[in-house]
C-alpha cells in the first residue's frame, strides 16, 4: 500500500502537479534539477551554468570562449533517482563551429508501476506516466556577454493519455570581472495539446543568478552562488550554494533553496582528471519520500 501511495504522489509531483481553471499545470519535468553539479547547489548556479543542460536553463551558458581547450566538444550523461522508483535520465552535448556555439539536450523520465484498481484487492495492471523532452541551442560570445535562445520539444503520457508541444528560452550572462558572473534567462514559453480535456500550462520561467569566486592560495578556490527563479504559477524561490574547489581536480559542494514541500538542502562533489569529470549530488527529502541521488560523467574534449 506504501509502494502505491509513493507512486501517486511521484506522479502527482512529477507529470501533473495541479489543475485550475486555467488549465493543468504539466511537463514539471522541466523545473525538477538536471546534472549532478547544478543540483547539489540547489539550483543557485542554474542561471550561470556551462554545461549541456543550460539550454533548458540559460541557452547563454552554450557559449565558448574564443579559444575553446581542445576541440570544444562536451558529452554529458546523468542519471537521476527521484522519489518512489522515478528516475530522470538525461544525454548532453556542446560543441563549437566558428563563432558560434551549440548544444543539444535529451531528457526522459520515468514513474514506474502505478497501480490499477478498479475494485478492492490485487491491482488489475500497471502503468507508467512518461515525459520526453528534446532541447537544441545556440549562443554566441561578445567580448564580456554570452547570448543564447533554444527550442524544446515535449511530450508526455499518462496511461493512455499523451501530450505534445514546444517551447522558447532565451538568456544572457555576463562577466562583471574575472572572478563574478551574472546571469538572467526567461523560457519554457510556447504551448502543448490537451490532455484529457484539460489546458495544459507550461511552467514558464523567469531566472536570475551571480557568482563570486575567491582564491584562497593557488590551490584552493571558493565559489559562492546565489540565484532566484519564479514561475508563472505563483510563488519565487531563492536558493544559495557553494563550491570548494583542491587545483580544478577536487570539489565539495553544497546549497539550500526555498520555496520547496521536499526539499532544502542539498549536497554533491566531484573529480575533474584531464577530460573527465564525475559530478555526484545527494538531496535529502523530507516527508518519508527517500532521498534522491544524481550522477552526471561529462566528457570535456
Known amino acids: 500500500m506504501k509502494s502505491t501511495v509513493l507512486a501517486l504522489a511521484a506522479l502527482l509531483l512529477i507529470s501533473s502537479q495541479a489543475y485550475s481553471q486555467a488549465g493543468s499545470a504539466g ?28 539550454v533548458f536553463t540559460n541557452p547563454a551558458g552554450l557559449a565558448f570562449g574564443e579559444n575553446p581547450p581542445g576541440i570544444g566538444f562536451d558529452i554529458m550523461l546523468t542519471h537521476r533517482t527521484y522519489i518512489a ?23 526522459l523520465s520515468s514513474v514506474p508501476d502505478i497501480q490499477v484498481r478498479t475494485v478492492p484487492g490485487d491491482p488489475q495492471a500497471t502503468f507508467s506516466a512518461k515525459d520526453f523532452a528534446f532541447a537544441a ?19 508526455e503520457k499518462l496511461f493512455i493519455y499523451e501530450s505534445s508541444g514546444y517551447a522558447f528560452n532565451a538568456g544572457v550572462k555576463y562577466a562583471v570581472a574575472d572572478n563574478a558572473r551574472l546571469g538572467i534567462a526567461f523560457g519554457n514559453l510556447g504551448s502543448t495539446s490537451a490532455m484529457i480535456s484539460q489546458r495544459i500550462v507550461l511552467p514558464a520561467f523567469l531566472r536570475l543568478g551571480g557568482s563570486y569566486t575567491k ?25 544559495v550554494g557553494a563550491d570548494l574547489s583542491y587545483q580544478n581536480l577536487l570539489s565539495i559542494r553544497a546549497g539550500y533553496a526555498s520555496g520547496s514541500d521536499l526539499t532544502g538542502l542539498s549536497f554533491g562533489a566531484g573529480i575533474h582528471y584531464e577530460f573527465l569529470r564525475l559530478d555526484y549530488s545527494y538531496i535529502p527529502v523530507k516527508l518519508d519520500f527517500g532521498n534522491s541521488q544524481t550522477f552526471t560523467l561529462s566528457f570535456l574534449l
Open 27 to 54: 511537463f514539471q519535468i522541466l523545473r525538477l534539477g538536471y546534472s549532478a553539479r547544478d543540483l547539489s547547489l540547489a539550483a543557485s548556479a542554474d542561471a550561470l551554468t556551462s554545461e549541456p543542460v543550460a
Open 85 to 107: 522508483g522515478s528516475t530522470i535520465d538525461m544525454f548532453g552535448t556542446r560543441f563549437s563551429s566558428g563563432n558560434m556555439s551549440y548544444g543539444t539536450s535529451l531528457l
Open 137 to 155: 541551442g545556440a549562443a554566441r560570445r561578445f567580448g564580456r556577454l554570452d547570448v543564447g535562445v533554444s527550442a524544446i520539444y515535449l511530450y
Open 215 to 239: 582564491h584562497v592560495d593557488n590551490n584552493l578556490a571558493v565559489t559562492g552562488f546565489a540565484g532566484v527563479v519564479t514561475y508563472k504559477s505563483g510563488g519565487i524561490s531563492p536558493s
